[in-house]
């Protein structure tokens, strides 16, 4: 085990959330909330700690990996990092014990937005952004970052982005992995940037525009306010609409879509799935809305508003219609579980490998009747490879053991059964806050589950965001005995 | 015409003799020096022993003064890397076999002008377009359209209880006069027959009928055959006829394709979209039973082997499937596997070679056909300025013994070739010729 190695990426992204915190701080200063001390103290402490690693404990690494170093490394980055990023709070003062603390940083990293903060209007500014932050960080993938900035790293980048990325299986934008990855940033970034823009125009103020852009374009869904952004204006709630329903989409292809690559722009199907379940999931809704009574044309508005979050796993959400017909409830569970593209910043188990488990057991019914014949599981008229579908496989059981095993955990701190399964359910696929929990009864507040659930619900978040597979590979035995 | 072949096989031996019986001067290239002997000893042509790539063997047959390049190998490589020698070697026209039908796109043609390859030629692909085009058109055994469909070829197997067997050409016309088409040739055992009004048709002939597109119908009826519609079709053989036939059939009609071979058959499933690929072997009968050969309307046999194409075909016409073609490579099988009651024989040899026909016939050659079962041939020529068939109406015509007329169009408009019809400059002709006359009636509207 490269050690030295695992310390200096360490290293490197303690320095990037040091110099990710100045932001925060400046805010701090100019409002005079009273968190400069605490978040100065947390970028000193980051700056002292990234130091070490980098140059003291990671000195003179040799930039060799190898399958094992890169799960290790996706796993040190996904564990240290927020814990590290739960310093903040803990500082500032803003949350009071470590539980919370690390809670509240899980959920930003791994794009949750479950928050236990009670009231978000009334934590500083400077606190309010560095949450904002937390989210724009881990929306690409910590270790996408890492990538990025190690040029070095070469041929070990390669396996660091598919233990991250092990969702997508897709041609890279350019045959150098650090310049497909720094290209996946300008474009991440230059979509926020947009976003910041329109909020600004529609008359937000300059704070708000830059937290909300930073969770919608991350699919994170930390809200600025007690109730969601019902306090928002309806040109806000639209543009924020559009904007998550493309956070949803492959990053590879907003980028050759917005860089006018039209000949790279081939078949998409699962972008067709994702705008036609978007489309048909918020008309549905909207039906269902209008006929238990509520207006013709809050029904449509909520209805885009809320699936486009739901389908992303953003997880904002408005005050929206108090009566909440079956049929939306069934709608926003099944959406939740589904999720986004692959190779998007959304969580969920991916339309993509739900298509192609449903082409294969297609496929496989088909085999039923005609023992002999040769199939192939094709997605945009391309082979996947068989073990591919059996890792996909692999993934979605996991993905149930996960939920299950999650949800026996609440329900064992004392949360009831249907709680138990909206919450595991929303948190390992990354939505965080949904107004379906709100309307099966339970109080949206995760600041009052006991500490064993939100331990429960971090490693959820963890699993899902990672997508399993880096986070177990880690703590299977295989991985420990052939340990050199 | 000094023409130069590159072959390494049938197709190019087949090419060479066809050829020379059209009196052109033939030179043979090819690495067999056994099969070269052979065919020195048996036909007029000039053989040389080597590799087509070489500079040396080319200067050797004289690239410099040839008219036509055909490189006809079975690797596509090869063959493109000769007839770019060729081009810069001064050959006049070079036409290339190709494998890869990718190649054959409009947007690629002008790359391969450039490199020196004039033409390619796909004998898969047409024969699958053969295939698709006889399953759309189920009565024809085959058929072939001239100047963009304004004419069409059919040919139709008379059953005995015809209503036309035992009638003559004469009573024909007589019969239905409304029938706007010309009966061009008769095949009869193996006997090719240029009617006149007086020849009767008799059951088992393989009438050989020009007319326009919209006859079909009419000659359906008058000759008391059935269109069939063709929702299933099984393929047997998945090489790349049966990959390209799939490929244009699968989403008009449910298609199952069976392969021997199962790395092939998991490209094939890769490659086709709604296709059903079955692994297994074409020759086990209780398998193509399993997958519903019964229910099938169309057995296309196209394996590497022509027996089993043959007898596999055979099973499933005894099974009642209504439309069969199978792919022979051995001419001389052709003949019989037609008697035999196989609808339709496919042949990448007679393919090929009629295609590059069109490039050698002189003066102004459109398309050319060459049939199967019979050594005749169907060209379409446009009368030139100063032929000495404008003079004088078709009926006084110095037409040779074998040969016919067969259509004429004129601008956008079809003309059944009546004996007092005038041609003029710039008409389309329609001629089915045997090859010994074929120069004479190139000649004639040259």
């Known amino acids: ?484 | 015409m000094n023409i130069i072949i590159a072959g390494d096989g049938e197709v190019g031996v087949h090419l060479a003799q066809s050829l020379t019986e059209l009196e052109h001067n033939i030179t043979v290239v090819d690495p067999h020096s056994e099969l070269l002997k052979r065919l020195e000893s048996e036909t007029d042509l000039l053989t040389i022993v080597g590799d087509s790539t070489s500079p040396q063997v080319l200067r050797d047959a004289n690239v410099g003064d040839c008219d036509l390049f055909l490189s006809v190998l079975h690797e596509e490589s090869i063959n493109l890397v000769t007839c770019i020698l060729a081009k810069k070697m001064k050959a006049k026209k070079t036409v290339a076999r190709i494998t890869n039908a990718e190649l054959l796109e409009p947007r690629h043609r002008e790359m391969f002008r450039e490199l020196g390859v004039d033409e390619m030629v796909c004998p898969e692909r047409i024969a699958a377009k053969e295939i698709t085009n006889l399953l759309n058109n189920t009565v024809a055994t085959e058929f072939f359209d001239f100047s963009g469909g304004l004419l069409t070829m059919y040919v139709l197997r008379l059953d005995d209880d015809s209503p036309v067997v035992g009638h003559s050409v004469k009573e024909l016309t007589q019969l239905h006069p409304d029938l706007q088409v010309r009966v061009a040739a008769l095949l009869r055992r193996g006997e090719t027959i240029i009617p006149h009004s007086d020849t009767d048709f008799r059951g088992g002939d393989l009438a050989y009928i020009i007319g326009r597109a919209n006859q079909v119908e009419n000659i359906n009826r008058v000759v008391g055959k059935e269109a069939v519609n063709i929702g299933r079709a099984m393929i047997a053989g998945g090489g790349r006829i049966g990959r390209y036939a799939a490929m244009t059939l699968e989403d008009k009609m449910r298609i199952t394709l069976i392969e021997e071979d199962r790395r092939r058959a998991e490209e094939l499933s890769a490659q086709l979209e709604k296709t059903l690929v079955i692994h297994g072997d074409a020759t086990d009968i209780a398998l193509l039973k399993e997958e519903g050969l019964q229910a099938a309307d169309a057995f296309i046999g196209v394996t590497d082997s022509s027996e089993t194409n043959v007898l596999t075909c055979l099973h499933a016409k005894r099974l009642g499937v209504k439309r069969t073609i199978a792919l022979v490579e051995n001419t001389g099988f052709i003949d019989i596997s037609q008697d035999i009651g196989i609808d339709t024989i496919v042949n990448k040899k007679l393919i090929t070679a009629s295609y590059i026909a069109r490039f050698i016939v002189k003066g102004a050659a459109v398309s050319s056909k060459w049939l199967s079962g019979t050594n005749a041939e169907v060209i379409e020529l446009i009368v030139g300025k100063w032929s000495s068939a404008t003079r004088k109406p078709i009926g006084e015509l110095d037409i040779p013994q074998g040969a016919t007329v067969g259509g004429v169009i004129r601008g956008r408009e079809t003309l059944l070739p009546s004996r007092e019809l005038q041609l003029q400059q710039g008409d389309k002709v329609v001629v089915f010729a045997l090859p010994k006359v074929m120069t004479r009636m190139a000649r004639l509207f040259e």
């Open chain 1, 1 to 484: 085990m490269n050690y030295r190695l695992v310390a200096r990426i360490a290293g490197v992204l303690l320095l990037v959330m040091a110099v990710a915190l100045t932001a925060p701080l400046a805010v701090s200063l100019h409002c005079g909330d009273g968190a400069q001390y605490g978040l100065a103290l947390s970028a000193v402490v980051m700056l002292a700690g990234g130091l070490l690693l980098r140059n003291i404990v990671g000195r003179g690494a040799e930039y060799a990996m190898e399958a094992r170093e890169s799960f290790w490394i996706t796993a040190v980055a996904w564990i240290a990092v927020p814990l590290c990023g739960s310093v903040p709070y803990l500082f500032t003062g803003v949350l009071s014990t470590f539980t919370d603390a690390a809670f509240e940083s899980f959920s930003g990293f791994t794009t949750t937005g479950s928050s236990v903060v009670a009231r978000p209007e009334e934590i500083p500014r400077g606190v309010l952004l560095w949450r904002a932050i937390t989210q724009w960080m881990g929306g690409l993938g910590l270790i996408l970052f890492v990538v990025a900035l190690l040029k070095r790293l070469n041929r070990g980048s390669l396996q660091l982005y598919a233990a991250e990325f092990s969702g997508t299986q897709q041609r890279k934008l350019h045959p150098h992995i650090s310049k497909s990855v720094s290209r996946m940033w300008r474009i991440y970034t230059l979509i926020t940037v947009v976003l910041v823009v329109l909020l600004a125009a529609a008359g937000n103020g300059w704070l708000d525009a830059v937290c909300l852009a930073l969770s919608t374009v991350s699919t994170g869904g930390f809200m600025t306010a007690q109730y969601g952004l019902s306090g928002y204006s309806d040109l806000t709630l639209a543009i924020l609409t559009v904007f998550m329903f493309l956070s949803g989409v492959n990053v590879a292809l907003l980028y050759n879509l917005f860089t006018l690559r039209w000949r790279r722009l081939r078949v998409n199907h699962e972008f067709a799935l994702y705008t036609g379940l978007f489309l048909f999931a918020a008309a549905s809704c909207a039906v269902a809305f209008a006929a238990s009574g509520n207006g013709v044309g809050e029904s449509v508005r909520y209805s885009l508003f809320h699936i486009a979050s739901t389908l992303s796993t953003c997880g904002f959400y408005t005050d929206g219609p108090s009566h909440w017909p079956l049929w939306t409830s069934a709608v926003t569970f099944l959406l939740m579980l589904c999720g986004a593209s692959a190779g998007s910043t959304g969580g969920g188990i991916k339309l993509r490998r739900l298509m192609t488990l449903s082409i294969y057991l297609r496929n496989y019914l088909t085999r039923m009747v005609h023992p002999h014949v040769v199939f192939s599981v094709k997605i945009d008229h391309k082979v996947v490879a068989g073990d591919y579908v059996n890792k996909i496989f692999g993934f979605v059981f996991l993905y149930i053991c996960f939920i299950i095993g999650g949800a026996f955990m609440l329900t064992f701190s004392g949360q009831g059964i249907a709680d138990a399964f909206c919450y595991a359910a929303a948190n390992i696929s990354n939505l965080g806050p949904s107004p379906l929990i709100n309307s099966l009864g339970a109080n949206l507040d995760y600041a009052m589950l006991p500490s064993l659930a939100k331990w429960t619900l971090m490693a959820l978040m963890l699993a899902g965001r990672l997508e399993i597979f880096a986070l177990l590979a880690i703590v299977s035995p295989s991985y420990w005995r052939s340990r050199r």
